[in-house]
Structure formats: structure tokens, C-alpha cells
């Protein structure tokens, strides 16, 4: 057998050297590689992220809706970046009050999107008989460089837990720019500015957020220009009762400054980070591009040259029953079973292997019945090969790059069904694919909100794969065959 | 008995076999999820029949009542009948057009509960942008690959092939979300969604859905006629490859004709079968960017239907409809190439 097996590697090479000339090709090819490297590296890079996608905790400390961080750099104007701060710049402490303090320095046109406080303290009272009902007092203030300032929280009582027999408690606060306490704070702070020439705008017609952060001027409501310079966060504890010894946490503490750009490909609605998405989307499209293509060649393969090497009534059955299969549409199916059955991409992959063989089988059997008489099959028979043997031994492999080639043709079908079912809610909720994605993207109304990034992405990465695998399957066809080339 | 009609009776049997199968399919599917629709529909008829009732009965009467009218309903619907006379109840009722009724609540604003009654009164919108859509792309198509095929090698064909690689690696609907985001939010060309349709009359209304056709309509023929117009120029390119366009060329038959005359005749039963199949293909795309324009047709339905009234008997009707447009086309296409193209004869393949 060794001939044999040296006669098909010398095959494969010569395809190879001739591939070499093929451009296009070429390009196909390093495009997969690329892709291939970015989803091998996605567990690593981005673990837990296909399971965690749907988890609203492990996102909230990104920035929501935030343009890719090179944003700045093709589009006009300056984003402000996402900080995320451990430790106040300033730490006051006073008898009866302390104070942190966080500098933020505005030189952008596009100001914060959100400014998030997790104020985590501590106070201790003389005794256990004391140790409950006991409140520090709270205030969250925004010091603007005009000196026009805005106090999130005025002074509002926040209860001390005591663990049971301990005389220090904790207490936590959190606050978010984006509340709707907040956004009521802003905008009746941006009322007090706004122009009486100029109509009043309802609440819902404004974007709260930019107010605190624009100059205090008559437009402030209805076009608010960004105010520039350096502001401070002050966060302020008072104790009441019997309090006596109290604080903040610096290390559980933080401020989240929520920037308007953020990592390769911005963050969505959900906060969460395309970049690490879009990785596990390139993963799940070559798998279940290649898991597809891959047993659907290999079924074409076995049914085709089945059919053509035995002939007569095998063929004449198999061929009748092909036929009957090439015309069941592929998309109701697809829709109804997976709507009934559940939408597991696994069920998917199933689904279209099922009826991704057929049509390729016939023209492998086509061909298939020329190969059955070359002179050297005709020997193996004779030798007393088994018909099993013959067609996996030698035919198969004379037309296996052919088949690769249109399996390869085959990978960006697949990747392009299953986007079009997430779009109809019959994606897999249990994984991340660029179907799901660009799906969220259209129920979050993305396109008609301008959050370019949020729906460009995902597209190039199935348009690339597409056009990889298509460029490189056209490139083998016409390296295998240079007559055949006819789609 | 003649070729040509052993070819047709033959064509016409397997898509008779395929229409019955898959409809079998889907019903058999169907049926296996019917139990738990079965308490859904039955209760919600028992409930408002219970709200209908004498008020003056007793509880026991009440009772009576109630448990009869729950028997009379399971048997209305057959769902105590064994599971494979359901199987073949559902695929008998669907093939004769009985498609039920929707369990919508409200069927998506058409007057009807019929589930027939709904199909038809969003499918001629589907047939207006798609058919439109289609007639644009295939003719565009054909008269830009028999251009590219003229000049086999020159610029023109390679962009033509780069673009009709690149469209047909791209998702229908995606270019349709970038075209909202250029053209609709960015540029403010065009309405973001073609939902509600204009409520004027007369001039002012067709002039109102055309602005709202414009972008799903672009889309559809952007994305497919790349890939119609590299088909038409291959197989154009193949045929004037044969010895008769040399010797038609060697004669000095101007080229045009060779092109128009000699060459199309030849190619067209393959350029006219693949226009037909690509089509068909492309329904479910099709759909979807529907959905993405909010275009109010059967993508709009199904994506309702599918995600917020999970109206079980809307999705089969669909689903239905899709299969029987893909099997009539498929069956067109088979006897079209027949009929184009007379060396294609029963059996043919055979001989290779």
C-alpha cells in the first residue's frame, strides 16, 4: 500500500506549489490562520466569557455603549476614557466628618457616560447595647471647575449593619450617575441655567449625563457644550447617634469614572466588551463552519462514491432517494425544528449536516463513476479488494481535494444560517456567535441609534471568514482543475 | 410515451414525494409539542366558557358543565386520537391548505384568526419588495456578466469577482442594519422603519411606500447581483470556449451576435435555472432583512410569531409556505431546464 500512500502525498504537494501562485488564495488563507489563531487564543484571553455573556454582574464596571478606543482617531472630537479608580486622591479626615476626594481632569468633547461610587465604610460605637439603629450621614458631591456645583447625595442616613456582638459595623453605598435620581438632580440642575427664550425640553429629551459636564450656559438643556477642566468628587461621611470612631474603606471603595471609549471594539449596551465577544465568535463560527463542512464532505464522500462504484439498481435507489432530499428546503426546516426541539447550536450543526451532503454527493458520484474506471481501481478489484476498500482506499482519496475545496465553499453558508436564525431568536443562549450578537445589537435598536461599532464587528467577522474560505476553496478549484471552474 | 414527458411526469412525482415528506416532517415535529399546546388551547377555551355561564347553576352543574364542555373540546381537536393519526391529520390538513388558527390573541391586527387569513394579508407586501427586488438583481446581474464575459481578464471582471465573492460572504441583513446606519440614521435619507405604512391616499401613498421600499430593496439587489452577474459570466465564458463560437468568430459573425445569439442560447438554460434556485436560496436572507427594515411582511410575521406570541400554528403556516414555494420553484427550475435545454433527458446523468 506504501506506493499508494506516496502517490497522494506527492499530490498533495504539487497542489500545494501551485497554490502557491494562486493570490487570492493566499489571502484566504492567512485570513483563516488569522481567525484560527484569535479563536484558539479566545479561552485564554477571554475565559469564561461564553457562558458569562448573559451575567449583567460580570460586566458592570465597563463603561456602557462605549465607541472603540480608536475612535478618536477617524472620528472628530475626543472621548473621554474609561478610569476606574481604587484610591481617593485626598483622604480627610476631621473630628466629626471624613471626606475622600477624586480628581477628574475633563479635556474631552465627549464627556462621561456615568460616574459610579461604591462608598464602603466602617463605625464602631462604645458598646454592644448601641450596636443598632445606627446611621452615618452621606454626601456625594460633583465640584465643577465654574464652582457651580451638583450634590448627588444631600445628606441621606445610611444604616450601619453590626455583625452579632461587635461593636464595628459596615456600611455600603452605591450610586450611579445614570440612576434616576441622579438624572433628576441634573436636570433640574441644567434648569436653572437654561434659557427662558428657549422652550423647556421635557426630561425624556435630554441626555442627563452630558449635563454634568457641559457649561452652565443657556444652551445647557438643549445642546450642552463640555466644560473643561478639573472637577472633584467628594464623598462625605458624618456619624450620628453614638457613634465614635468611623471611616471609608480605601480598598473597598472605588470610583468608577464610565468613559466613552473602551478596548479594540467598544462595549455594547450591556457593558459588556466586544472585543472579547467578537473572539468567541470567531471560535464558535470556525467550529461550526468546519465541524459542518467537515461530516458533510465526508458523508457526500462515502454516499457518492458508494452509489457510484456499485452501480446498477444501488446507484439507480440511492441517486432516486438524492434527489428526494435535494429538494427539502433548508430553512423551514431549520426554523421549526429548532424552535421545537431547542435552540442548541449543537442541534444546529446537526440539522445541517443532515441535509448539507446532498447536493454535493451527487457530483462526487458523478465523478466518481470516471474514477471507477481508471486502471488502477480495476487492479485493487481484481486483486480482490473489498468494494469497501476500493472506495475508501482509492477513490476517495483521488477526489479528496476537490472535496475540500467545496467544503470549504460550504463554511460561510453555515456561518451565515446561524446568524440569520439568532436574529430570529433561535440562536444558542448558552454560547457567544457574531449572529448573536449583531441579534442583541438589532433588539437594542443599535442601527437607528448610531452605535456604529456594535454592528460593524460582528458583520466583518463573518464577511472575512466568508470571504477566506471562498477565496481559498475558489483558488483550490481552480489549482485542482483549471477547466472546471464554473461557479 | 415521449421523453420530454417521462421527464415532466417524473420531475413532477418527486416534488409531489419531497412536498409530502417535508410537510410530514414538520407535522410529525409538530404533533410532538402538541400536549403542551393542547392545555393551553383547551383551558383558555374552557376559561372563557366558564365566564359565559348560567350564573344561577349550582357548583356541582358548574362542574358538569365545565367538564363536558373540556371532553367536547379535546375531541373537537382530536387530542386524545393516538399520536401517528394526529401526525397524519396535521399533514393531510396542511397540504389542503387548513393551516388552523392563530393562538396570537390578537393576530397580529388582521381582522381573521385564520391562520390563512394572515398569511395572505402580509405575504403581498413580502411579494412586492422581493419580487421587485429579484426581477432588478437578475437582469442587472445577467447584463453585467455578459459585459464582464466580453472582456474576460480586464479590470472590470476582476472587481466583478472580488465583489461577488465579498457580497456573498456577508449576511443580507447585516448590509441592510449598515445601510439603516449610513443612509437612515447618519445621511437622514430614508425613514429607520418602513413601519407604519404612509396614511395618505392616491399618489402621495405609493410615493410614501417607495421611500420605504428604497433601502430593503437596495439591499436585497446589492447583495445578490454580484454573485448572478459572476455566475452569468462563467458560464458565458465556458460556452465561448466551444469550437462552434471560433468557428462562428472564424466566419467573421460580428461579436455582438456571436455574444447575444450564438453564446446565450447556449448558456441560457443554466443562467436561467440558477437565477431561479439562487432565488430561492435567498427567501429565508430575504426574510430576515424584513425584519431588520421592520418591512411588514412575512419575516415580520414570523419574527412575531416566533418570539412574542410563540403562535405555534402561524410558524407552521410560514413554514409551510416557504416549503411549497421551494419545491413549485425547484420543480419549475427541473422542467424549465428541461425544456431549454432538450439534451437533458430522464436518466441522463446516467451516462455522464
Known sequence: ?487 | MPASFKYFLLRSLNALIVLIVVVFIISLVFNTLSDEMADEIISEEVHAYTMGLDPELTPEERAEAVREYRQERIDHYGFDDPIWERIFRTTYNTLTFDLGHSTSGYNYGVGDSAVSSIIMHFLPRTILLFTTAAIIYILLGIAVGLKAAQVAGSKLDKALSLFSITTSSMPMWWVGMLAILIFAYQLGWFPTTAFPFPDETGWAYYRGVLHRMAMPLGTIVFVLFGGRAWGTRNMVTSVLQDDYIMAARAKGVPERRVIYGHTLKTASPPIVTSAILAFLLSIGGAMITEIIFNWPGMGYLLRNALLQTRDVPTIMGIVFLTTILWVVGYWLADLLYGYLDPRVEVGAEKQV
Open chain 1, 1 to 487: 500500500m506504501s506506493f499508494r500512500l506516496e502517490d497522494f502525498k506527492e499530490r498533495v504537494f504539487s497542489i500545494a506549489s501551485e497554490f502557491k501562485g494562486e493570490r487570492m488564495g493566499l489571502v484566504g488563507l492567512s485570513i483563516i490562520i488569522f481567525i484560527l489563531i484569535v479563536a484558539l487564543a479566545a479561552p485564554f484571553l477571554a475565559s469564561g466569557v461564553d457562558g458569562g455573556w448573559a451575567d449583567r454582574a460580570r460586566w458592570e464596571d465597563n463603561p456602557r455603549l462605549a465607541e472603540p478606543s480608536w475612535a478618536d482617531y477617524i472620528l472628530p472630537g475626543s472621548r473621554a476614557p474609561h478610569d476606574i479608580r481604587d484610591t481617593p486622591d485626598e483622604y480627610i479626615e476631621e473630628a466629626r466628618r471624613v471626606t475622600q476626594v477624586y480628581n477628574y481632569e475633563n479635556e474631552y468633547d465627549y464627556t462621561l457616560s456615568d460616574i459610579q461610587v461604591r462608598a464602603h465604610g466602617f463605625a464602631s460605637v462604645p458598646s454592644i447595647a448601641d450596636a443598632e439603629d445606627q446611621d452615618v450621614v452621606l454626601t456625594v458631591t460633583l465640584e465643577r471647575p465654574d464652582g457651580n456645583d451638583i450634590t448627588f447625595i444631600s445628606g441621606e442616613r445610611e444604616s450601619v449593619s453590626f455583625p452579632e456582638n461587635e461593636t464595628t459595623g459596615t456600611f455600603t453605598r452605591n450610586f450611579r450617575m445614570r440612576s434616576s435620581d441622579a438624572r433628576d438632580t441634573l436636570y433640574s440642575f441644567g434648569q436653572d441655567f437654561h434659557d427662558p427664550d428657549i422652550e423647556m425640553p421635557e426630561q425624556g429629551q435630554i441626555t442627563e449625563r452630558s449635563i454634568a459636564f457641559a457649561k452652565a450656559d443657556g444652551n445647557i438643556l438643549v445642546d450642552p457644550e463640555p466644560l473643561k477642566g478639573t472637577y472633584n468628587l467628594t464623598i462625605e461621611v458624618r456619624p450620628t447617634g453614638e457613634i465614635e470612631e468611623f471611616g471609608l474603606d480605601e480598598d473597598e471603595s472605588r470610583v468608577i469614572f464610565g468613559g466613552r471609549k473602551y478596548g479594540l471594539m467598544g462595549t455594547d449596551y450591556y457593558r459588556r466588551d466586544l472585543t472579547l465577544g467578537w473572539m468567541w465568535g470567531a471560535r464558535w463560527a470556525l467550529i461550526i463552519g468546519g465541524v459542518v463542512s467537515i461530516s458533510s464532505v465526508a458523508i457526500a464522500l462515502l454516499y457518492g462514491m458508494t452509489s457510484a462504484y456499485y452501480g446498477g439498481w444501488v446507484d439507480e435507489f440511492m441517486q432516486r432517494l438524492n434527489e428526494i432530499l435535494i429538494g427539502i428546503p433548508m430553512f423551514p426546516i431549520l426554523i421549526i425544528t429548532l424552535y421545537i426541539l431547542g435552540t442548541s447550536i449543537w442541534i444546529f450543526v446537526a440539522l445541517y449536516t443532515i441535509l448539507g451532503w446532498r447536493g454535493l454527493a451527487k457530483i462526487i458520484r458523478s465523478r466518481g463513476i470516471q474514477i471507477r474506471q481508471d486502471t488502477y481501481v480495476e487492479a485493487a478489484q481484481a486483486l480482490g479488494s473489498s468494494g469497501g476498500r476500493v472506495i475508501t482506499r482509492h477513490m476517495i482519496p483521488q477526489i479528496l481535494p476537490y472535496a475540500i475545496a467545496e467544503g470549504a465553499l460550504m463554511v460561510p453558508m453555515v456561518i451565515i444560517a446561524e446568524a440569520g436564525l439568532a436574529v430570529l431568536g433561535l440562536g444558542d443562549p448558552g454560547t457567544v456567535t457574531w449572529g448573536r450578537m449583531l441579534s442583541e445589537a438589532h433588539g437594542a435598536n443599535a442601527t437607528v441609534n448610531g452605535q456604529w461599532w456594535w454592528v460593524i464587528f460582528p458583520g466583518i467577522g463573518i464577511t472575512l471568514v466568508g470571504f477566506a474560505f471562498i477565496a481559498t476553496g475558489m483558488a483550490l478549484e481552480r489549482v485542482i482543475n483549471p477547466k472546471m471552474r464554473q461557479r
